[in-house]
């Protein structure tokens, strides 16, 4: 069974290259490159890696992002809303399925099972994939995932989301959580409502200057725990809108 969905896998991320002759040379360096650089860094998708550049790059990518083949994230290097990207080239791109990750980037059972501090990178970035897969899933992202950098390149934040007018840091860790250096560094800057860490650890909603838990397997519920902290919560009746009148009349009738 294993052998077959690998195969199932493979044949998934040939069909997803096939565009047409002139794009399906670029849309699977895009996909080998993707599976790669998460695989070795988690690093934000470089172009020039992907066999070209802007020009010759940027159609297959957004081919396969309309298709849903590809989620990208966006670097944004303070806490605006809505966020603010950093150009048009800063971004990291991820696949909609772990599995397609580890199939394209040949990462086998027995890598991600052990425990060893050697591959502790690789399942870090399959960790922080699948976690925006579920956010995109429980907040309805579409291409609207940003994470934060400080633009130095000394700190990074894995995903920054926004409820109502409020950002919120999620970091997501796939082993022991010790000190969150990035997290600290964001929210020592920003002052954020709330701060996720999305982890191994069992749920644990902070208050005020306090780290809120979510484990990995409930990161679907996510809405859920951001509300029980106050973010983005709607009233339950809201009042109804007034009737726009060009005659300067309201709706019981009074002028």
Not at 29 to 45: C, I, P, V
Not at 55 to 81: C, F, I, K, Q, Y
Not at 201 to 227: C, D, I, Q, T
Request: aromatic content about 10%; overall charge negative; hydrophobic content about 40%.
């Amino acid at each position: 069974i294993p052998f077959f969905g690998q195969r199932v896998q493979q044949r998934v991320c040939q069909n997803a290259a096939v565009a047409g002759r002139d794009v399906q040379r670029a849309a699977e360096h895009a996909l080998d490159t993707a599976a790669r650089q998460l695989a070795e860094s988690g690093d934000r998708f470089m172009l020039k890696d992907a066999g070209g550049t802007v020009r010759n790059t940027s159609g297959p990518l957004e081919w396969l992002l309309r298709a849903d083949l590809m989620h990208r994230a966006w670097e944004v290097n303070d806490d605006r809303v809505p966020p603010n990207p950093r150009g048009g080239i800063y971004f990291k791109l991820y696949y909609p399925d772990v599995g397609l990750l580890t199939c394209k980037a040949g990462v086998e059972y027995d890598t991600l099972s052990d425990r060893d501090g050697f591959t502790s990178g690789i399942r870090g970035a399959i960790a922080e994939n699948f976690v925006l897969n579920e956010l995109t899933y429980a907040l309805d992202l579409g291409d609207d995932a940003f994470y934060w950098a400080n633009g130095k390149g000394s700190a990074e934040v894995d995903f920054l989301v926004t409820f109502g007018l409020d950002p919120v840091p999620v970091e997501v860790k796939s082993g022991k959580v010790g000190r969150i250096q990035s997290l600290e560094t964001y929210c020592s800057r920003y002052s954020p409502k709330a701060a996720f860490v999305v982890s191994g650890r069992n749920v644990r909603l902070g208050g005020a200057r306090e780290y809120s838990f979510v484990p990995l397997y409930m990161v679907w519920k996510f809405v859920m725990y951001a509300e029980a902290l106050g973010l983005g919560v709607r009233p339950t009746n809201p009042p109804p809108m007034r009737r726009w009148d060009p005659m300067g009349e309201s709706d019981d009738g009074e002028s």
